[in-house]
């Protein structure tokens, strides 16, 4: 059983930035398929960001790509999302997640096996 916490959240204004991490434990950190997922009041679960094993593929939805990066420590069991030029259109409540397979479909949320609580990221305009 893997246990994911994220940290990090809160309010910024638009234009600003904040940094979002995830510290697991319970399991092989270093086995696991890491993505960033958001999601709003009334909306599905919006895949952002995701990572493999190794750190060697990298993926991103559109609307981020060249604002966030996400990295990972396997040594630190920590996945991060660093978020800059936020925009109020990034307002949700932030996911991370973890699946035990070395090529997920990283985009669907029910590939994923262990969510953490999720933590709010609001953007002022």
């Known amino acids: 059983q893997v246990q994911l916490v994220e940290s990090g959240g809160g309010l910024v204004q638009a234009g600003g930035s904040l940094r979002l991490s995830c510290a697991a434990s319970?399991?092989?950190?270093?086995?696991?398929?890491m993505g960033w997922f958001r999601q709003v009041p009334g909306k599905e679960r919006e895949f952002v960001a995701g990572m493999s094993r190794s750190g060697g593929m990298i993926y991103y939805e559109d609307s981020v790509k060249g604002r966030f990066t996400i990295s990972r420590d396997n040594a630190k069991l920590t996945v991060s999302l660093q978020m800059n030029s936020l925009k109020p259109e990034d307002t949700a409540v932030y996911y991370c997640?973890?699946?035990?397979?070395?090529?997920?479909?990283?985009?669907?949320?029910?590939?994923?096996?262990?969510w953490g609580q999720g933590i709010q990221v609001t953007v002022a305009s």
């Open positions: 319970g399991g092989i950190f270093s086995m696991y398929f």
């Open positions: 997640a973890a699946v035990r397979k070395l090529a997920p479909v990283y985009g669907d949320p029910n590939e994923y096996d262990y």
